[in-house]
């Protein structure tokens, strides 16, 4: 994590910092990203880096940290006032949304894509520990969701809410690396297609959740 020596310096620096560290490993992967090339292109000097972070992992896992940070809640941002409708409805919705951040913060949604799809990486673990733990900071109102949905007749009760969470977290994580694998069929990344291109397979997704736990299904 950062020292006191870059939480002290003007925003603007540590805005650059971060951006040519993301670029850096996004382009080069973790194993092959190199701290002297970061601080050139960021205009600080390789010894300065070593007084705002103590190595390259510690500043990469911040990175990751920040990332998770900007993307939950820019996204959480945008369907906040979804609160009250159905988990579904807020699942549908969030995923529609999320083609905007790929517009608006599409270096820290690539840096992100690639920091997880590198199991290689001797930080893989680490990696992965941190974006599921703050994905469940950002995903609490899903459970308080859940436990309104039950109590309106949406959602299945006879299910502890902690499963259906667990259920909706695991169907929401296979589309997804199936979206990924669609998108690279096709040459592409995900954020080079549209919504539309992925909407039926999301409403797919949606329905296959509802027929899973919904009320009607008891």
């Known amino acids: 994590m950062p020292k006191e020596t870059f939480l002290n310096l003007d925003k603007q620096k540590q805005k650059k910092i971060i951006n040519e560290t993301m670029n850096e490993f996004t382009e080069k992967g973790y194993k092959n990203g190199n701290i002297g090339i970061i601080a050139k292109n960021a205009g600080v000097s ?7 972070f103590d190595n390259k992992k510690e500043l ?27 988990v579904f409805d807020y699942i549908y919705f969030g995923y529609k949304n999320a083609w905007t951040l790929f517009k608006d913060e599409m270096l820290v949604y690539v840096f992100l894509q690639n920091m997880y799809l590198d199991i ?65 069929d096709k040459g592409k990344e995900v954020y080079d297609m549209s919504f539309e291109d992925f909407e039926p397979f999301i409403k797919d997704m949606v329905s296959l959740m509802k ?4 009320q009607n299904n008891v």
Not at 46 to 52: A, R
Not at 211 to 214: F, T
């Open 211 to 214: 027929n899973g736990i919904g």
């Open 46 to 52: 390789k010894g300065s880096m070593y007084q705002y």
């Open 120 to 184: 290689r990486s001797d930080i893989s673990e680490e990696v992965f520990n941190i974006i599921r733990k703050e994905s469940e900071l950002y995903l609490n109102p899903i459970i308080q969701m859940i436990e309104s949905n039950k109590k309106q007749g949406l959602i299945r009760s006879d299910i502890s809410t902690e499963n259906i969470f667990s259920y909706i977290s695991a169907v929401s994580g296979k589309f997804k690396e199936k979206m990924l694998l669609i998108a690279k």
């Open 60 to 86: 990469c896992l911040y990175c990751v940290k920040l990332a998770c940070d900007i993307s939950f809640k820019y996204v959480d941002n945008k369907i906040k006032d979804c609160y009250d409708m159905s």
